[in-house]
């Protein structure tokens, strides 16, 4: 008997640069437990909001992704939401941060932390 890979493809990707200061924050945390959670929640200006927090809590419904040393997770109500999105971070004149574009978001709001 064989077995077979199953590759999904994640809810959400990270540029290398939003990888690479994702590890750095990690790092700084301490915990090896400590993975990023990306949700979505109803509220902000333009109907949801994204939230993006560390999080050691687990579920087996959760989807899962793993970035060079970082582990993605997305709950399974948030991710119909954010699905083929990416997170990508910037650092720069004109403002340090994180950034996520939607292909789902059928309009956003200037702060770009809101959509629908």
Not at 12 to 17: A, K, P, R, Y
Request: with cysteine.
């Amino acid at each position: 008997m064989s077995t077979t890979e199953v590759t999904t493809t994640p809810v959400i990707n990270l540029t290398d640069h939003a990888a690479a200061k994702v590890a750095e924050l990690l790092a700084q945390e301490g915990d090896d437990q400590l993975a990023l959670r990306v949700a979505v929640k109803a509220g902000g200006c333009s109907g949801m909001s994204y939230e993006i927090f560390f999080d050691t809590d687990t579920d087996p419904e959760d989807h899962e992704a793993v970035f060079g040393t970082v582990t993605v997770r997305v709950d399974p109500a948030s991710a119909p939401h954010i699905a083929g999105a990416t997170l990508d971070y910037k650092d720069g004149l004109q403002g340090a941060g994180f950034h996520i574009e939607n292909p789902n978001a059928q309009r956003s709001c200037g702060c770009g932390q809101s959509f629908a």
